[in-house]
Structure formats: structure tokens, C-alpha cells
């Protein structure tokens, strides 16, 4: 996933074994859509990369130069006791861009700024995985885990944000049977558009964005 400070790298984590850079299988989709495929002997992983619209009101936010998203999925085969999925930009960015944390209200995220671009890369915090749960965008159970969100009791699951070039999700337990959408989306603009468009594009569930692409793919 291209951007203006360079492309955006997701990996894959599952038990001690991260998934190979290149697919098993990939999918043409219209639109410049693609989905990459890979088969584990425990889980099926899908990753779609897809120009998105947030179709942010003109009146109250400035026009983005550019949004792309990804929506990751794993459907597990049998338990599986850790699952990782990172998202990240380049550890060099380019000369003069600054990068800083900038979640909040269940939002994972980071910016980064320049003297002419300024770029928001962001998902679900540990309080959106939970909420995603009751979407069916993950395991219902893992509803009931909002309580350690609060509590700031979760050790063994959540989003480290590391030096704020991305983002990398550790999931709670899958069980056989279980499937788990994160999506993942990078916003950019002009440096001197103050209205925080970028932060306001990369909120949006897994279920908007696969819509968005139905609708776009049926045309």
C-alpha cells in the first residue's frame, strides 16, 4: 500500500511462524483491488487492499489527497493461542518527517507530517477490537474482554504502537471456527489543512469498507 512516505508493510504472525512476504494465492479485483491468500495448516489468512472513500462532509472537513485501505482476515482452522498482524510505514522516513501517536476513542493511530503532506495510518485500539466483537467482526467472546480494556488489566493481547511508524496487534485466543477482520487505513493530505480529516478518514470498521468494495465491484 503505497503513500507518500513510502509503502505501508503488513505481516503476519501465527504461533512462531511469520507468513511469507509473497502469497500463496492472489485475486484481481476491479478497481485496482487485489486480495492476497495465505494457507496455514491451522488458519486461511486474507489481506484486500482497496482505494477507499470516507465520503468526509465538504463542509466541515478539508478534501483528502489520497485514502487507501486494507481489511485483514484469519479464519481459524484449530486453536491458536497467538496471532499477530502489524501494519507499519518505513523505519527511515523521509528527511524532515516527524511521526507521533494520535489514537484515541478506539482508535489505533499515527501521523506523520512534513512541510507539505500530513498522513494519518490507523486501525482498532484494544476498546474497537472489543466493539468490533459485537459486529461479528471477531469472536463475540471477546466482547466481554472490554472490562480489561478499562481496567488496563490486558497483558497477553492488544496494539503496540512501538515509534509510532505503525501499528502491530497481538489477538486474544481463536478457537477452531473463529474468524477475526482488522481494517487498516492510510489518509493523507496538505500540510496546511488544519481540519484533522486524516484522523477522521482511518475510523471506519471492516464492515463499511467491504461494503464500499460490493458496491464499487457491482458497478
Known amino acids: 500500500m ?12 501465527i504461533g512462531g511462524t511469520t507468513l511469507a512476504p509473497l502469497p500463496d494465492e492472489r485475486f484481481e479485483l476491479p478497481g485496482g483491488r487485489t486480495v492476497a491468500r495465505w494457507k496455514h495448516h491451522a488458519a486461511r489468512v486474507d489481506l484486500l487492499l482497496t482505494p477507499y472513500d470516507p465520503e468526509l462532509d ?23 493461542g497467538r496471532v499477530t498482524f502489524a501494519a507499519r510505514l518505513p523505519d527511515r522516513l523521509p528527511d524532515g518527517a516527524d511521526a507521533g501517536w494520535d489514537g484515541g476513542q478506539g482508535l489505533a493511530a499515527t501521523t506523520v507530517g512534513d512541510d507539505t503532506t500530513r498522513l494519518t495510518l490507523g486501525g482498532p485500539d484494544e476498546e474497537g477490537i472489543c466493539h468490533a466483537a459485537t459486529a461479528a467482526e471477531a469472536p463475540r467472546r471477546w466482547a466481554e474482554l472490554i ?10 493481547w492488544g496494539v503496540d504502537v512501538g515509534d509510532h511508524h505503525g501499528m502491530t496487534w497481538t489477538l486474544p485466543p481463536l478457537e477452531a471456527g473463529d474468524h477475526c477482520e482488522l481494517p487498516v487505513v492510510a489518509a493523507w493530505t496538505r500540510a496546511e489543512d488544519e481540519t484533522e480529516n486524516t484522523w477522521s478518514a482511518v475510523g471506519v470498521s471492516s464492515t463499511v469498507l467491504l461494503r464500499q468494495v460490493v458496491a464499487a465491484c457491482a458497478r
Open 2 to 13: 503505497e503513500t507518500p512516505f513510502g509503502a505501508v508493510a503488513f505481516a503476519t504472525t
Open 147 to 156: 472490562d480489561e480494556v478499562h481496567a488496563r488489566t490486558f497483558t497477553t
Open 58 to 80: 465538504p463542509e466541515v472537513w478539508g478534501p483528502l489527497t489520497g485514502c487507501l485501505a486494507a481489511v485483514w482476515r484469519i479464519e481459524a482452522a484449530s486453536p491458536l
